[in-house]
């Protein structure tokens, strides 16, 4: 094994080993009754949000592509996954097979979708592509909007019009309604359902990284016009990039969608895709690990500082400006590599 290859099987080890230390941590906690009913309903979220920072890093950081679409591809996965176990509810009853198997399915359907919406819009760059990409979650959020899908005892009936056009059955339900979205999701998330799936991206992420079409996808991003000077592919890597990266975003809506009493797609707006994309900025552009620490910190943040009133919004921006400055200030960025090194170093800079 290379130098360069044992670095980096080193620095992913600790990676992996600061999620697992922080599950270690909070199932302790929450064993001892020392967490709070707020942090313990944070847990979940921090777990998909995190998730969602690390597959769009993929995109903006180890491809190079501005995606403001993360929100959709994550609307998609919930409602298909919360869907699924609906239907199931009566079936599977064993909570983690149905959680497992409606977040596969989360993930398979936005891929599906990411795949379907990367061929023609990945030709573009920069600007038009984020405006495409942020078109594409407000179209998704709005067809969902008008579905009326219910079953009875003969099977699904769709409307677009209301509940009352679907013909349904009077002893039928109602799955999905319009925009009151889907209710009665079974409750099967669980702060390890969390953190197995935060590994699993993780995985995913830094071996396509550190492999053969990780170095491709990068170099697209370094240099295009070197790389398909010397045959790579454009289309297909950044493709790779952009579905992984929307399946990843699918399982992770899924998880959220079974964390819900009621979940409709008015969630899944275009803030949603925008405070994805602030965790990954500030966090360090390429730095899954730095992605990893702002998700977690700015998605407990706004309710802890709650008690603080006029107040929060206040301290939040501040450490906000205190994140962006400790990531992209010249002064900062020299003082922290020569006291910390390679904790915070950009996922490719080694192969600068």
Known sequence: MSLMRAKKLKNNLITYGIVIAAYILFQALLSAGALSSLLKGLLVPICVYITLAISLNLVVGISGEL???????????????????????????????RLLLAMVIGAAVAAVFGLLIGIPVLRLKG???????????????????IFYIGRDSTGFHMSIKDQFSTGMAVDGKMIVNGPQGINGTPKDATLLAGVLLILVTLFIVLNLIDSRDGRAIMSIRDNRIASESIGINITKYKLMAFTVSAALAGAAGALYAHNLATLQASKFNYNTSILVLVFVVLGGIGNIRGSIIAAAVLTALPELLRGLSGYRMLIYSIILIAMMIFNWAPAVLEWRERHFGKLFRRHGKEAE
């Open 67 to 97: 995606s403001l679409g993360h929100a959709g591809f994550m609307c998609v996965g919930a409602f298909s996954g919360a869907f699924f176990s609906k239907c199931v509810q009566e079936s599977i009853t064993v909570s983690p097979l």
């Open 127 to 145: 600007d038009y592509l984020a405006i495409v990409t942020l078109a594409f979650g407000e179209i998704i959020k709005n067809v969902i909007n």
